[in-house]
Every structure is written in structure tokens, then in C-alpha cells.
Nanobody, 124 residues
Framework: QVQLVESGGGLVQAGDSLRLSCEDS????????MGWFRQAPGKEREFVAT????????YYSDSVKGRFTISRDNAKNTVFLQMNSLKPTDTAVYYC?????????????????WGQGTQVTVSP
């Protein structure tokens, strides 16, 4: 059974960094692509980044490319999102998601399992 738990969110100032973590306590992690999405108040859920099962293929949205880095540690059933040079427009609830496939995807409906989300707030 997949159980995704995010952590690492918080309140920071513009230009600061945060590292989000997402652990699959259900231990079904290793053979599946993972993704990070975010949702700001009043907006639809938005793709942020995705990584394939081995970590060798990654894809980012244009809004975070060059600032955010997705990675995974399959031995720890954990995926990370390192967020640097944060902007107020990055403020959102961040969700990790697991796709029942080794192939990456950029749309929310391609992911079967979701975490509960972690709030990231970036002040000016």
C-alpha cells in the first residue's frame, strides 16, 4: 500500500532555499516515477518536476527550471525537491505523487497516489 508523506515546508523569505522530502512508507517506491506538483490558492494544481524510477531522467516546469532540483534515494523510499532562489510566486501547497509506471509524466491525472501536501510560503 502506497503512503506518501511530505515534509520540509515552511515560511521563508524571497531568495531563500527549502528542501522538501516525500517518503513512501508503504515501501512500493523503487520501480515508479515520482512527481512534485503545487497548488496556490484559487489556482489549479500545477506540475513542478518529475523523475523516473532510476533518477536518470528529470523534467521541470519552465517556472522552476534552474532553481529547483528533483532527486530520489530509492534505498530510503524518498524523493526530494531542493528549491533555491525562492520567489513569492512559489507560494503554494506542494504535493508529491507516485505514478504506477517507470515513465515520467507531467499531468496530474497520470499519477495515482498523492501525499497530503506541505505548505510553502515565500514572503517578499
Amino acid at each position: 500500500q502506497v503512503q506518501l508523506v511530505e515534509s520540509g515546508g515552511g515560511l521563508v523569505q524571497a531568495g531563500d532555499s527549502l528542501r522538501l522530502s516525500c517518503e513512501d512508507s508503504g515501501r512500493t517506491f523503487n520501480n515508479y516515477a515520482m512527481g512534485w506538483f503545487r497548488q496556490a490558492p484559487g489556482k489549479e494544481r500545477e506540475f513542478v518536476a518529475t523523475i523516473n524510477w532510476s533518477g536518470g531522467i528529470k523534467y521541470y516546469s519552465d517556472s522552476v527550471k534552474g532553481r529547483f532540483t528533483i532527486s530520489r534515494d530509492n534505498a530510503k523510499n524518498t524523493v526530494f525537491l531542493q528549491m533555491n532562489s525562492l520567489k513569492p510566486t512559489d507560494t503554494a501547497v506542494y504535493y508529491c505523487a507516485l505514478r504506477a509506471s517507470v515513465v515520467i509524466a507531467r499531468t496530474a491525472h497520470d499519477y495515482k497516489y498523492w501525499g497530503q501536501g506541505t505548505q510553502v510560503t515565500v514572503s517578499p
